[in-house]
């Protein structure tokens, strides 16, 4: 048994301590928005927040999150987060999503970047595809995603 606070909630996982933090959520929690991508941290799909910082979920151990606080896509663009639904309404306004499988992680990265930024800082397009370069799109649409996370900033400063 794990004890596992995830978007300010409590819960009690029955798994094993070395299960992945995206198979609690997803297999045993039901938070299907953190995805399954390849499951060796190399393309961010399944990026969630542990105690602020953003982290591969797929690789990382359910034993590593007790005590902490793990904050996922659902909470994050739930209106609670200004910084998260600065970045949810810039994706919107960019049309960034195409397929879709990898706006997750996108916005889970791009969230934890902003929040690591100085106030009223504007980061550079180098600042920001350096930030996003962990985060894969099949689509392509890293143009998008840097003018929405300039947007979000902008939003924010």
């Known amino acids: 048994m794990s004890a596992l606070n995830v978007n300010g909630r409590d819960h009690t996982v ?4 070395g299960t992945p933090i995206l198979w609690a959520l997803r297999d045993t929690l039901g938070m ?24 591969r979920s797929c ?3 359910i034993s590593a999150a007790e005590g902490k606080k793990i904050v996922t896509i659902e ?3 739930d209106g609670s987060d200004p910084v998260g639904a600065a970045v949810h309404a810039a994706w919107v306004r960019h049309d960034v999503a195409q397929c879709g499988y990898c706006q997750s992680g996108q ?6 970047f902003l929040k690591s ?6 980061p550079t397009a180098a600042e920001i595809d350096a930030a996003m370069a962990g985060n894969i799109c ?7 995603i840097r003018a929405a996370v300039a947007d979000a900033a902008k939003t924010l400063a």
Not at 138 to 144: D, F, I, L, S, W
């Open 14 to 17: 029955d798994a094993d301590p």
């Open 32 to 55: 299907t928005g953190t995805k399954f991508g390849c499951g060796a941290a190399l393309c961010g799909a399944c990026t969630v927040h542990l105690d602020g910082q953003a982290i």
């Open 59 to 61: 690789i990382t151990p």
């Open 75 to 77: 909470s994050a663009t």
């Open 107 to 112: 916005i889970m990265s791009a969230t934890a």
């Open 117 to 122: 930024q100085p106030q009223g800082k504007q």
């Open 138 to 144: 099949r689509c392509g649409t890293y143009a998008r």
